[in-house]
T-cell receptor
Framework: EAEVAQSPRYKITEKSQAVAFWCDPI?????LYWYRQILGQGPELLVQ????????DSQLPKDRFSAERLKGVDSTLKIQPAELGDSAMYLC????????????FGPGTRLTVT | GNSVTQMEGPVTLSEEAFLTINCTYT??????LFWYVQYPGEGLQLLLK?????DKGSNKGFEATYRKETTSFHLEKGSVQVSDSAVYFC????????????FGKGTMLLVSP
């Protein structure tokens, strides 16, 4: 069964350092999402791509976060510089093009900023 | 805007007990509704879904009915197992546009033998 791949699974970084996460969605899925999940909370959308285009990044802290999906396949989320409050689980999800389909989630990257 | 409200946890049950986790929503139009489950240290897995009013989603003994009149999508299971211990998230998605999911805060379920 096809799965969403994410790496790394765990990342520990110091405050003010740069960090990057990678996501490879299920083959053929046009829409890709990055979520942030703070411990004890539900996931919150950071950015949404349709193919290679950003369709929603209204909740992305653009002063320190960036995301790209250059060829409309895999995607990278970057934080520079990391802050203590960025400690969270970062989840990637993908879905086929049509609205209303369920999203398929990867295993997530657990980020700890010290 | 869209929002989802779930009952707070943790919900603590003995094995074979009946489970209900309440979920209500606020949305414009007619959203699709989902229950996702998250096991410790893992990503989210879709448990069940319903795409229109009065639909019943079911999977692995869990079920939930889309109630438009009460804007609810409560999760139920007749007999829980220890292996059901996890965090359960209710979510909605608009049936138009780009299908962004809005999640509740999650309800932790702890089942003891």
């Amino acid at each position: 069964e096809a799965e969403v791949a994410q790496s790394p699974r765990y990342k520990i970084t110091e405050k003010s350092q740069a960090v990057a996460f990678w996501c490879d969605p299920i083959s053929g899925h046009a829409t890709l999402y990055w979520y942030r999940q703070i411990l004890g909370q539900g996931p919150e959308l950071l950015v949404q791509f349709q193919d290679e285009s950003v369709v929603d990044d209204s909740q992305l802290p653009k002063d320190r976060f960036s995301a790209e999906r250059l060829k409309g396949v895999d995607s990278t989320l970057k934080i520079q510089p990391a802050e203590l409050g960025d400690s969270a689980m970062y989840l990637c999800a993908s879905t086929p093009r049509a609205p209303g389909y369920e999203q398929y989630f990867g295993p997530g990257t657990r980020l700890t900023v010290t | 805007g869209n929002s989802v409200t779930q009952m707070e946890g943790p919900v603590t049950l003995s094995e074979e007990a009946f489970l209900t986790i309440n979920c209500t929503y606020t949305a414009t139009g007619y959203p699709s509704l989902f229950w996702y489950v998250q096991y410790p240290g893992e990503g989210l897995q879709l448990l069940l879904k319903a795409t229109k009013a009065d639909d019943k989603g079911s999977n692995k003994g869990f079920e939930a009915t889309y109630r438009k009149e009460t804007t609810s999508f409560h999760l139920e299971k007749g007999s829980v197992q220890v292996s059901d211990s996890a965090v359960y998230f209710c979510a909605l998605s608009a049936n138009s546009g780009y299908s962004t999911l809005t999640f509740g805060k999650g309800t932790m379920l702890l089942v003891s033998p």
